[in-house]
């Protein structure tokens, strides 16, 4: 990786050793090998980032440790001290020396998880770029409100997002339009209660209780399977699906491991090719603007590792799903005004 995420700056340079006091071959390209890119960890933070000190604690004990409720804190430890406040502790955590230690451990864990968060932000914005609004028209109270961005991928080697096989990672458009008492009166990019996005594959959809976002614009590559007989199905594992709901590996006439899927499974590919762009267009009802004034019209791009429907299917425990949602990016962040008239 060069000095700058996300863009063909070139190299720093470094000794490739000092020994004894004097540089080995100075002047020498150096690489940045922290791969930064848009995924990152939802593992307790005791236990990434890789830290000598947290080898104290196994990662069995890590995982007793409660991070979140304040456990090591001075303000923690403070009200335990005094008795205001009764934890029936894991043995291992039963000293407050430990849990102060471990808590030391968690803040420079933290500490590093929000320094790679920011290189993951400069790799988003170096290799995306976005213009608009372009608005057709003049903007008028019950009028149809249709306007759209040109989103280009500026990387020259790399899809985006890519690094995938399909189902994640996900990239996706969240617009919304502001009114003149600052109420949101439209969205698209929205999530549900889960932290999804309102697709086919949210679980608040298929309940009814988020409406579709129909006019959403996500990059995300899904996999295309198949039925015994009809069409294919969009969904985020590469496996096909029999008459009844078992998923069913069919013995492939093809070594699965030459083709990267089973077989008759397709990729829907969303993602932006290097160097491609692509027009995300959308429309807001004249119904829902109602009174004159100056509009906000509210802009970000989002980008997740895996989609909450996947980590449960998969197994994954709530605190999984929090830290995926948490950590979440948003980044092209954009809010230009408009005029509506009467």
Do not use: C
């Not at 804190?73 to 029936?88: L, R």
């Not at 968690?106 to 929000?114: G, H, Q, R, T």
């Not at 690094?163 to 990019?189: C, F, R, T, Y």
């Not at 990729?267 to 429309?283: C, Q, V």
Request: charged residues 25%; positive net charge.
């Amino acid at each position: 990786m060069g000095k700058v995420p996300g863009k063909p700056d070139g190299y720093a340079t470094a000794p490739s050793a000092v020994v004894g006091g004097k540089e080995i071959n100075p002047g020498r390209k150096h690489a940045n090998h922290s791969f930064i890119g848009p995924g990152y960890s939802i593992a307790h933070p005791g236990i990434f980032p890789h830290n000598p000190k947290a080898q104290t604690f196994t990662m069995k004990e890590w995982l007793e440790f409660d991070w979140r409720a304040g456990w090591g804190t001075n303000e923690f430890e403070d009200k335990v001290a005094a008795k205001k406040i009764k934890v029936n502790f894991p043995k291992r955590w039963a000293d407050g020396l430990d849990r102060e230690d471990a808590r030391q451990i968690i803040d420079e864990n933290l500490k590093k998880l929000d320094q790679r968060d920011d290189l993951r932000r400069q790799v988003m914005e170096n290799g995306t770029k976005v213009d608009g609004p372009f608005i057709d028209g003049t903007p008028r109270v019950g009028k149809t409100l249709e306007f759209s961005y040109k989103i280009k991928n500026l990387n020259t080697g790399h899809n985006l997002p890519s690094g995938s096989l399909g189902a994640q990672p996900q990239l996706w458009v969240n617009v919304a339009l502001i009114d003149p008492d600052g109420k949101n009166i439209w969205e698209s990019g929205y999530i549900d209660s889960n932290g999804d996005m309102a697709d086919l594959h949210s679980l608040d959809v298929a309940d009814g209780k988020v409406k579709t976002d129909q006019q959403l614009v996500s990059f995300q590559t899904k996999f295309l399977t198949t039925n015994i007989k009809g069409t294919d199905r969009e969904m985020y594992l590469p496996v096909n699906f029999d008459i009844d709901p078992l998923p069913h590996l069919r013995p492939p006439q093809v070594p699965t491991t030459v083709l990267n899927h089973p077989p008759l499974v397709r990729m829907e590919n969303h993602s932006l090719t290097p160097l491609g762009e692509k027009e995300a267009k959308y429309e807001v009802p004249g119904k829902l603007i109602t009174k004159p004034g100056k509009y906000r019209l509210a802009f970000r791009m989002r980008s997740r590792a895996e989609p909450i429907y996947f980590m449960r299917f998969v197994g994954a425990t709530k605190e999984m799903e929090r830290r995926m949602n948490e950590r979440m990016l948003s980044f092209k962040a954009s809010t230009v005004e408009l005029e509506v008239k009467p």
